[in-house]
């Protein structure tokens, strides 16, 4: 029987307990581990296990030993650290591919959207955390998908979070809406001090719900006036009115 063998693992313990198992040993019976590769990983992301070389002996001493209560505890609590340390670690590899598999999905649903569409672009998730998902897409039909205003995208963004419900999709183009939110920002400060003058409610042309909260947060600086929605999405927009 093998007294060595090659295991791909994320640490030297987690390492040892997969020998263990595999050449059907004990952990006091391993002799030697030597670390081949060494793990790697990017900011915590695209681990990569190392690979190490775990040596043990099958000689069983032919003296008796005898074993202490203390020593007995001893080898019982080591043995479950290393269980314990290898559950975490599936543990940490299944939510890994789990998350892998809702962006690959994401990614599928948002690239057929764009094909039935007919433009040429490419989805890339820039961030999963919890229900909320941000995807970037790149492409020569950048210009298209934006269109005036950010309009098309707004569309697009609504319909993509029809199909996709389990997540709420923001969805980018190369850093369009953050040029946007400028451009949003000023407008809104312009249309509070237009506002200002006038007894009137000033109404804004129909705008999502990200939209709508920057225009709320800028006109609600101004302690004369006072911001309410109307209608209903896609077609909702903000009110702007001297408070009565």
Aim: aromatic share 6%; charged share 40%; glycine share 4%.
């Amino acid at each position: 029987m093998e007294n060595m063998i090659e295991i791909k693992a994320s640490n030297k313990e987690v390492a040892i307990a997969r020998a263990v198992k595999i050449l059907e040993v004990t952990a006091d019976q391993v002799v030697k581990v030597t670390e081949l590769e060494k793990p790697k990983s990017f900011f915590g992301f695209f681990a990569k296990d190392g690979l190490y070389k775990v040596e043990i002996s099958r000689e069983v001493e032919t003296e008796e030993i005898e074993i202490s209560d203390l020593d007995k505890k001893l080898v019982e609590t080591v043995s479950q650290t290393v269980t314990n340390v290898e559950a975490e670690q599936i543990k940490k590899e299944s939510k890994k591919e789990i998350k892998e598999n809702k962006e690959k999905e994401i990614i599928r649903i948002s690239q057929e959207l764009l094909n039935k569409m007919g433009l040429e672009l490419e989805v890339e998730v820039l961030r999963l955390e919890g229900k909320n998902c941000v995807i970037n897409l790149y492409g020569e039909d950048n210009g298209i998908i934006i269109g005036k205003k950010g309009k098309t995208l707004n569309s697009y963004e609504y319909l993509l979070n029809t199909l996709i419900k389990e997540f709420r999709i923001d969805v980018d183009v190369e850093g369009f809406k953050e040029k946007r939110n400028v451009t949003l920002r000023d407008l809104a400060r312009k249309m509070a001090e237009k506002a200002m003058k006038t007894t009137k409610p000033i109404k804004l042309n129909p705008m999502p719900p990200r939209e709508r909260k920057i225009i709320h947060e800028v006109v609600n600086k101004y302690s004369e006036l006072d911001t309410y929605s109307e209608g209903k999405d896609p077609k909702r927009y903000i009110v702007i009115r001297k408070k009565k």
